[in-house]
């Protein structure tokens, strides 16, 4: 089979490496991929929004699969593109089509969804910049801390936990009629405020038959300590110790199987990746939000725990014949360590020359913001690299991680020291 890869990322370049292992991968295409995935297949220069460029790619390539990483194709369209179009509707596309992408797209949606399929989350209103003082009302009446959302696709920045109420009054002003997301703040979801430990479980789907994943946790706090700014995500792990066999059937039988049900229930065709983002509170699963695609970089250290064949389950999910395929989960640990540029993540240092990379022994390094410039690898974005290792316990795959993110050198590289010590 011929594979078209959409992205560019870290969870890009861990997909390059698990697809080209199956012997059902004779070609693999990148669009437009990073240096990291052009040791795997071939990059080519088209945007992932670009869905002409990618048709031309598809027909002159004879693509007859393709993956999408990234949400913004799915929240755009790209599935419904190559249905509608009379010479793609025969190349089946991993990734939901944009009715099902809302789940991702809109907070609003999501929320709405999981209240009308019985789906545990937290007690939420959305308004307007029309009802910005029924907001202020409803936040005066609710405890704190209070999380604030913007509806749609922010870049992951779009989530602001307020501990007081003039924070949170300031901040839903902000956001509603100060545009502080763009677009995306049109709507805001105000939220209950969780207190747990939060994980990714993910899944893949049919519409009709699913498998799980392994799960994942991530750690988005810049700082040691889950401390200082958000960021797209510092490292990961998996599996989650306190992830037991008890949690996750709670997990499946009250989240899971609501979810793949009531997709099927809205009549909204869904085949790929759901990525769930839960809270674990006090041993119950509450679902915080919904992702139309795999977790970046929880792919990192998902992947690796895979054994069976990807294309395999990713072809049984696009043809509809998921059930039949074999999943099987690897007994070992991945951990994640991200390197990040210096000053991210806000203004970042950018174009500096990356070495040491064959330093790296027992490590894998997904390239995520990374480019090519003659014979040298520079840093481009502020995740730069994921060092993943797979071990047989926790401890030694975060000290080799570690270990191997320190062999790596650039300009103002910086990494967390501590991903997964505290689940140890």
């Not at 929240?75 to 179009?85: E, T």
Request: glycine share 10%.
């Amino acid at each position: 089979m011929n594979i078209l890869l959409i992205g560019s990322g870290g969870r890009e370049s861990a997909f390059a490496w698990k697809l080209t292992q199956s012997p059902l991968c004779s070609q693999l295409f990148i669009a437009p991929g990073n240096p990291g995935t052009a040791a795997y297949g071939t990059n080519v220069n088209i945007k992932v929004t670009d869905f002409e460029a990618i048709k031309q790619l598809a027909l002159e390539q004879g693509i007859d699969l393709v993956v999408v990483g990234p949400e913004e194709p799915l929240v755009k369209g790209i599935h419904d593109f190559f249905l509608a179009d009379e010479q793609l509707k025969g190349i089946p596309v991993v990734g939901p089509q944009q009715e099902g992408a809302k789940l991702e797209g809109s907070k609003d949606f999501s929320k709405q969804f999981m209240n009308r399929h019985g789906i545990p989350t937290a007690a939420s209103h959305t308004f307007t910049r029309e009802t910005l003082q029924d907001g202020l009302t409803y936040l005066a009446s609710e405890g704190l801390p209070v999380v604030l959302k913007a509806d749609g696709l922010a870049a992951g920045k779009g989530v602001l936990i307020c501990t007081t109420l003039q924070e949170a009054e300031t901040e839903l002003v902000e956001m509603l009629t100060n545009a502080k997301f763009g677009e995306a703040s049109n709507k805001v979801v105000v939220e209950q405020f969780l207190q747990g430990i939060e994980l990714s479980v993910f899944v893949l789907t049919d519409g009709n038959s699913y498998k799980v994943l392994p799960e994942a946790k991530d750690y988005k706090r810049i700082g040691e300590g889950d401390t200082g700014l958000n960021t797209g995500g510092m490292g990961s792990v998996s599996p989650v110790p306190f992830a037991d066999p008890d949690f996750m059937q709670k997990v499946e039988q009250r989240v899971i199987i609501p979810t793949v049900e009531g997709l099927k229930k809205d009549s909204i065709p869904y085949k790929g990746f759901i990525f769930i983002g839960l809270m674990n509170c006090a041993g119950d699963p509450y679902v915080i939000e919904y992702n139309c695609r795999m977790g970046d970089p929880e792919t990192e250290s998902v992947l690796p725990r895979i054994s069976s064949d990807l294309v395999e389950l990713m072809k049984g999910a696009a043809e509809g014949n998921l059930a039949e395929k074999e999943l099987v989960i690897a007994d070992q640990v991945a951990a994640t360590v991200v390197c990040v540029a210096g000053g991210y993540p806000g203004e970042y240092l950018k174009d500096k020359k990356i070495s040491g990379l064959e330093n790296v022994r027992g490590s894998m390094v997904f390239h995520a913001g990374t480019y090519q410039d003659g014979e040298e690898i520079k840093t481009s974005g502020g995740r730069v690299l994921a060092v993943t290792s797979l071990q047989q316990d926790l401890f030694t795959a975060l000290q080799q991680a570690t270990l191997d993110a320190s062999r790596i050198y650039y300009d103002g590289k910086y990494f967390r020291k501590d991903i997964g010590f505290d689940l140890i």
